[in-house]
């Protein structure tokens, strides 16, 4: 199934559109028909990989793959992406997949895992450069029952998965279940902040976002709760060597219906937000919005991604916006950006910003049509854009939950699953894909 697949993405590539963005949020959505681009305009400004199995089939028994996350490492010129894999017994563990960036498949290797009832999941990892090697973190549900809660566990890889250090929990507390682990690298003090969401297990809601440092083996050095506020979840942190601060961002819960994206500077001594400006409101809009993303290019500036409801007085119709904010906080003037608005619903956004001195920006995320689900993502730099790209198409298969890392080109992961098949089980894929340096569109009419 998985060569059919493929060729129906080479296919797809022939159709991909190239859309240019506004640079500013607009009054209204543009959904008029777009100009096409031909495949050759596409190869001739840029290229793109073809899609790449990340997961490993399981023969005679084939498990089900879900959730990557991925990062890179420039001394090896490779990207470590990880996922949770469902077992034929149910339960969930952990595995990883080395890629180098001209696409060649390296190594996989498990991570964690156990016997049942135990479950981990939802994996995070982040590279570090000083010890050559990742931390993955991982939610750990010990007990496999829906009653008790998940705890936060983590463990250094190598560089290049031949050995691994102890399994260490990160975090764990009475009456509080931890979700969906993020983590960042700070190059300065060879550490790593790890953010999570803390459920009250006696009334299932949010509690607060908190975060755990630890050095540079996994050691927690101190844990600290960021807020309580109108019901923090789905957080995500960046780390900022120029100012040499965490950035971690959030959705509150201004109402029962209306999420706000906000966020908070973080010393990294300390862990305690930095005042002022406290907490900052990056998109307060009375339209929903929810799975705020951030990174930065490690200089002048952050980009915070979200998925945004387009008009508050009905559901659903999600589009995806972005913002940029200065090191200190500041959101630039010029608002928010339009980056994907449609009739569909696109979420499940994902952003990564090339280090260095300029812009250079790229995001991804899931539409969901009458097809099924594709993953699109756009970028745009200080001098281009790359305009939009269809990285997986919905043609039998659901493709959600991408995610992104940069090395020379851009990394785009996704789990992708047939449509109406049961006995064809969810694998992860990815694509690689080298910008371009002077857009010149053919126009197809």
């Not at 290019?297 to 904010?325: K, T």
Request: aromatic share 10%; charged share 20%.
């Amino acid at each position: 199934m998985s060569t059919w697949k493929g060729l129906l993405h080479v296919l797809i590539v022939s159709s991909t559109l190239m859309l240019l963005m506004s640079a500013v949020a607009l009054p209204g959505r543009a959904e008029k028909p777009q100009p096409d681009v031909t495949a050759d305009s596409l190869s001739a400004a840029a290229r793109m990989s073809d899609e790449i199995k990340i997961s490993p089939s399981v023969w005679p028994s084939d498990y089900d793959n879900y959730l990557p996350a991925a990062a890179y490492s420039a001394k090896h010129h490779q990207f470590l992406i990880v996922w949770h894999r469902k077992r034929t017994d149910g339960c969930r563990e952990i595995w990883g997949r080395r890629v180098s960036e001209d696409g060649q498949r390296l190594s996989h290797f498990n991570i964690s895992s156990g016997p049942c009832p135990q479950n981990r999941m939802q994996p995070a990892v982040a590279y570090n450069a000083k010890e050559d090697n990742y931390l993955v973190v991982w939610m750990y549900h010990w007990s496999g029952t829906s009653m008790d809660p998940n705890r936060i566990d983590g463990r250094t890889v190598k560089w290049d998965g031949s050995s691994m250090g102890d399994e260490k929990p990160i975090i764990s507390w009475p009456y509080r279940s931890f979700w969906t682990p993020r983590v960042a690298w700070n190059s300065i003090r060879n550490e790593y902040m790890v953010v999570w969401t803390a459920f009250d297990t006696t009334t299932g809601q949010p509690h607060d976002v908190a975060h755990a440092v630890l050095n540079a083996s996994g050691e927690r050095r101190l844990t600290k709760i960021i807020t309580t506020g109108q019901s923090p979840h789905q957080i995500d942190v960046t780390y900022n060597v120029a100012a040499n601060e965490y950035f971690a961002v959030w959705r509150r819960m201004w109402t029962a219906g209306d999420g706000d994206i906000v966020g908070a500077r973080i010393n990294p001594v300390s862990g305690d937000i930095i005042t002022p400006p406290w907490i900052i409101a990056i998109n307060t809009a009375p339209n929903d919005q929810k799975e705020p993303r951030i990174t930065t290019n490690q200089q002048h500036r952050y980009l915070v991604v979200w998925s945004q409801v387009y008009d508050p007085a009905r559901c659903c119709d999600w589009d995806i916006h972005a913002q940029e904010l200065d090191v200190g906080g500041h959101l630039l003037a010029g608002g928010y950006y339009n980056v994907a608005m449609t009739a569909d619903d696109e979420e499940s956004p994902s952003a990564i910003a090339r280090s260095g001195t300029t812009r250079d920006y790229m995001v991804a995320w899931q539409r969901a049509a009458a097809a099924g689900k594709r993953i699109e993502a756009r970028g745009w730099s200080d001098s281009s854009y790359t305009g939009l790209l269809e990285i997986a198409g919905a043609v039998f298969w659901d493709n959600m939950h991408p995610v992104l890392a940069v090395g020379g080109p851009f990394l785009i992961a996704y789990e992708s699953d047939s449509l109406g098949d049961p006995t064809v089980k969810s694998h992860i894929f990815a694509r690689l894909y080298w910008p371009h340096t002077t857009y010149l569109p053919t126009i197809v009419k």
